[in-house]
């Protein structure tokens, strides 16, 4: 979407209302002014960040794979920074059989945070040296990126620590290592360092979780988006504290953002539960429910982890699963944007309070 964007803009062609309003829906801005300079910096962004990368796991592949370490580099480095999860290491492995190597799990981590965070925040700290000067968006976005993380790897290592079949007979510094890539991998990355098919439940579920918020606004990573989360948490406490604004950083949301986030979380929420209810009928309830949604949130959240059922689906189950990991990417609010005519009301009607809750 940016390289046909930024073509079709260099060409000359005008965008419709229609056309803009789902750009700057998919692309997370306000408006379109600096949204063209935005695409071109997204473009830099990538080529740099993954030719540096390629480059230092290419040297690091270099005594396994010998002159083949430059492929193996280039790959790498492309999918965990797109957060695509595919490696060539084969046998469905990922990084199993890898999970003693830290300095390949660290660097395949950081690609994928500075994949997942998105590329305003990147702008923002690459040119805005200190943190009162960042954004809103950047603030909120590394507060709820390490909160996840933090969150996510202790609870991981809790239920792991003694689960022989995943983490249970390694070294407690090798525990934490890898409970740590799983919270950041398991976002939207799709790289494993143990089998996840042998976890255990509240894992399963903790990664569940994690893969439905996914990653940030404007980033390579699917899910309903941290921020979307942090908006959703941020209204619950006002509710609960009697406040009907939310301040964040000295800074307030407005209400319009506030509904659109929890149209993102009901919307995304129907379609796992939807197409996860679909699959199991197609499935004939042979796997239980909750390998199934594991299935579902995994495509949403574009993660592409699975505990063994991608490959045993039906033709129309995996078409069903593609339509999420479709609608994941691309984003459910801009999804639903390009099917909807959008048309502003005149009329407003009387007021009138119901009881909920």
Known sequence: ???????????????????????????????????????????????????????????????????????????????????????????????CKRNDDYFLMTYIGLLIILGGIGFTV?????????????SLHT????????????????????????NPNTVGNLSIPAQL??????????RTAGFNSFDLAQAEQITQLVMIILMFIGASPLSTGG???????????????????????????????????????????????????????????????VHDLEEVIFETVSGFGTVGIGIGLTSQWSMLGKLILTLTMLVGKVGIMTFMLSLITQKPTRIKYPKEDIMIG
């Open 139 to 162: 603030k909120i976005v590394i507060v709820m990126n390490l909160a996840l993380i933090l969150v996510g790897t202790l609870l991981i290592f809790g239920v792991e620590y003694y």
């Open 122 to 134: 990147m702008s923002d700290v690459l040119h805005k040296k200190f943190w009162r000067k960042y």
């Open 223 to 285: 899910g309903i988006k941290a921020t979307t989360f942090f908006i959703i948490l941020q209204s619950m406490w006002a509710v609960f504290r009697g406040k009907s604004e939310i301040i964040v950083f000295g800074r307030r949301i407005s209400r319009e953002l506030r509904d659109q986030a929890f149209a993102i979380f009901t919307m995304g929420t129907i379609w796992v539960v939807t197409a996860g209810i679909i699959l199991s009928i197609i499935d004939g309830e």
């Open 177 to 186: 290592a890898n409970a740590c890539f799983t919270s950041v991998s398991c």
């Open 1 to 95: 979407m940016t390289l046909a964007t930024l073509v079709v803009h260099t060409m000359g062609y005008r965008f419709r209302l229609k056309e803009s309003l789902v750009l700057q829906e998919s692309l997370n801005r306000g408006g379109q002014a600096g949204l063209f300079d935005l695409i071109r910096r997204m473009i830099k962004y990538t080529l740099a960040i993954e030719l540096f990368f390629a480059v230092v796991l290419a040297i690091h592949f270099y005594p396994e794979f010998g002159i083949n370490a430059l492929g193996y580099g280039i790959f790498h480095s492309v999918s965990a920074f797109c957060n695509a999860g595919f490696d060539l290491f084969g046998n469905y492995d990922s990084l």
